[in-house]
């Protein structure tokens, strides 16, 4: 008797369609299962090597174009480890993170530059954005989860007393430590992290000599180089709805995209109470189902996902418009679709 298809099976063999349908370099801004790694030996120079595995909570697929599929799998191995290493280092989950015991005691003295750096980028985003980007949110994040997992929603009482737990210019930043100035504040670097990681387990592939590759983790998506048989990459958009057309695919060789919507984690079936929060009023923002940014790096396509999609969709379009490296896809809560000037689609 044939053992019955899994939900993992189904996803692998969408994913296994789509790449027939879009080309032998295909990523989407949604998940893309793979059970195994795998090879493909396309001629006597050229392997497509394929890897994937969770991290950072979601699949992470790596996809290397390279004339040796040993050369190939040992760099992407490499750059797994790298992934490990900064997640470890930055997640909010773990109390013996870096980050973790920054939100523990209020202050960290001697911060890993990686994490030094990433606060930097934050707060320069809170600054560009007016605020709209913000990682002291989690006391929010954290009112959220804890209250849903009572089977209760947040009061509005409830939500302006955490509102007085956040704001980055509450972060005081000086010669390599990091200080709150206040008790019970706590940051999350969800928003932006994942970006970066994303972009450093890119470096260490070309630094192994795999200069033609693809990450895609969960979404945020990282192309260098090209795919297999000199074709450029090829993106496709989540729809939010789910429905089986792609909102927009477009075709990329080096650069990067992220995405952020509501559909990803929420706490409430009704998906009023999300993952992404405004630190203005502690509320989670409707007027969008997704945003994605193309930026030159996948760190600030991730944080400028999560900007655009805390503004207003006009607002955030006329924001991206402004800056001249970064494009933007937006779909509505009504399904409408705006887009930035330059946008490639």
């Given at each position: 008797?044939?053992?019955?298809?899994?939900?993992?099976?189904?996803?692998?063999?969408?994913?296994?369609?789509?790449?027939?349908?879009?080309?032998?370099?295909?990523?989407?801004?949604?998940?893309?299962?793979?059970?195994?790694?795998?090879?493909?030996?396309?001629?006597?120079?050229?392997?497509?090597?394929?890897?994937?595995?969770?991290?950072?909570?979601?699949?992470?697929?790596?996809?290397?174009?390279?004339?040796?599929?040993?050369?190939?799998?040992?760099?992407?191995?490499?750059?797994?480890?790298?992934?490990?290493?900064?997640?470890?280092?930055?997640?909010?989950?773990?109390?013996?993170?870096?980050?973790?015991?920054?939100?523990?005691?209020?202050?960290?003295?001697?911060?890993?530059?990686?994490?030094?750096?990433?606060?930097?980028?934050?707060?320069?985003?809170?600054?560009?954005?007016?605020?709209?980007?913000?990682?002291?949110?989690?006391?929010?994040?954290?009112?959220?989860?804890?209250?849903?997992?009572?089977?209760?929603?947040?009061?509005?009482?409830?939500?302006?007393?955490?509102?007085?737990?956040?704001?980055?210019?509450?972060?005081?930043?000086?010669?390599?430590?990091?200080?709150?100035?206040?008790?019970?504040?706590?940051?999350?670097?969800?928003?932006?992290?994942?970006?970066?990681?994303?972009?450093?387990?890119?470096?260490?592939?070309?630094?192994?000599?795999?200069?033609?590759?693809?990450?895609?983790?969960?979404?945020?998506?990282?192309?260098?180089?090209?795919?297999?048989?000199?074709?450029?990459?090829?993106?496709?958009?989540?729809?939010?709805?789910?429905?089986?057309?792609?909102?927009?695919?477009?075709?990329?060789?080096?650069?990067?995209?992220?995405?952020s919507g509501n559909y990803e984690i929420?706490?409430?079936?009704?998906?009023?109470?999300?993952?992404?929060?405004?630190?203005?009023?502690?509320?989670?923002?409707?007027?969008?189902?997704?945003?994605?940014?193309?930026?030159?790096?996948?760190?600030?396509?991730?944080?400028?996902?999560?900007?655009?999609?805390?503004?207003?969709?006009?607002?955030?379009v006329q924001f991206i418009n402004s800056?001249?490296?970064?494009?933007?896809?937006?779909?509505?809560?009504?399904?409408?679709?705006?887009?930035?000037?330059?946008?490639?689609?």
């Open positions: 008797m044939k053992n019955p298809e899994t939900p993992f099976d189904q996803k692998r063999r969408s994913f296994l369609k789509l790449s027939g349908l879009l080309g032998l370099g295909v990523a989407s801004a949604a998940l893309l299962p793979a059970e195994k790694a795998e090879a493909l030996f396309f001629g006597p120079k050229e392997y497509k090597v394929t890897e994937t595995r969770l991290a950072m909570g979601t699949f992470v697929a790596m996809t290397a174009i390279h004339p040796s599929r040993d050369e190939a799998e040992q760099a992407i191995g490499l750059a797994f480890e790298e992934i490990d290493r900064l997640n470890a280092m930055l997640t909010h989950f773990e109390k013996s993170s870096a980050v973790g015991s920054f939100n523990a005691a209020g202050k960290i003295e001697h911060a890993p530059q990686e994490m030094l750096d990433l606060v930097a980028r934050s707060l320069y985003f809170n600054q560009q954005t007016g605020g709209a980007f913000d990682i002291t949110v989690k006391p929010l994040v954290d009112l959220y989860k804890d209250s849903f997992a009572k089977s209760h929603q947040p009061t509005e009482g409830e939500i302006d007393r955490t509102l007085k737990l956040v704001g980055s210019n509450n972060i005081n930043f000086r010669s390599g430590s990091l200080q709150f100035a206040g008790s019970g504040m706590g940051i999350t670097l969800d928003g932006i992290a994942k970006g970066y990681i994303v972009d450093k387990a890119s470096a260490v592939l070309r630094a192994n000599g795999v200069a033609n590759h693809l990450i895609n983790a969960g979404g945020d998506i990282r192309t260098s180089g090209l795919a297999a048989k000199g074709k450029a990459w090829t993106v496709a958009i989540q729809d939010p709805a789910k429905s089986k057309e792609y909102p927009d695919v477009i075709t990329m060789k080096d650069g990067a995209i992220a995405t929420y706490y409430d079936n009704e998906k009023m109470f999300h993952h992404i929060i405004n630190g203005k009023t502690g509320h989670s923002p409707h007027l969008s189902s997704s945003v994605t940014v193309m930026a030159p790096t996948v760190m600030d396509a991730d944080a400028l996902a999560t900007s655009i999609f805390v503004m207003e969709p006009a607002a955030g800056q001249p490296e970064y494009e933007c896809f937006v779909i509505g809560k009504d399904g409408e679709i705006s887009k930035s000037k330059g946008w490639l689609g």
